[in-house]
């Protein structure tokens, strides 16, 4: 059974800095699009940030702030979030080859 399990999450104050993290099992990353995600109360799940084998895409608003990243020898897959904003607070989920998801992190942006 596939599992995806993301890390990292945590409270920050705005223009502060984490880093996600996604583990997965029993798939690789480097052989599917890797997805990261992003649910805000009483708000659609959205997607954030994506990368495939040649490429990476990203919500325009978090371009220039957020860089998602992979090591396949890990199998590993990274969200690098800069100049945290409040509107950045949502539970943050990875998601493979637009089928698997893991159970998510939580990420505040609060002072």
């Known amino acids: 059974q596939v599992q995806l399990v993301e890390s990292g999450g945590g409270l920050v104050q705005p223009g502060g800095s984490l880093r996600l993290a996604c583990a997965a099992s029993r798939i690789s990353f480097s052989t599917f699009a890797v997805g990261w995600y992003r649910q805000a109360p009483g708000k659609q799940r959205e997607l954030v940030a994506r990368i495939t084998t040649g490429s990476t895409n990203y919500l325009d608003s978090v371009k220039g702030r957020f860089t998602i990243s992979r090591d396949n020898a890990k199998n590993m897959v990274y969200l690098q979030m800069n100049n945290l904003k409040p509107e950045d607070t949502a539970v943050y989920y990875c998601?493979?080859?637009?089928?698997?998801w893991g159970q998510g992190t939580q990420v505040t942006v609060s002072s």
């Open positions: 998601n493979v080859g637009g089928s698997f």
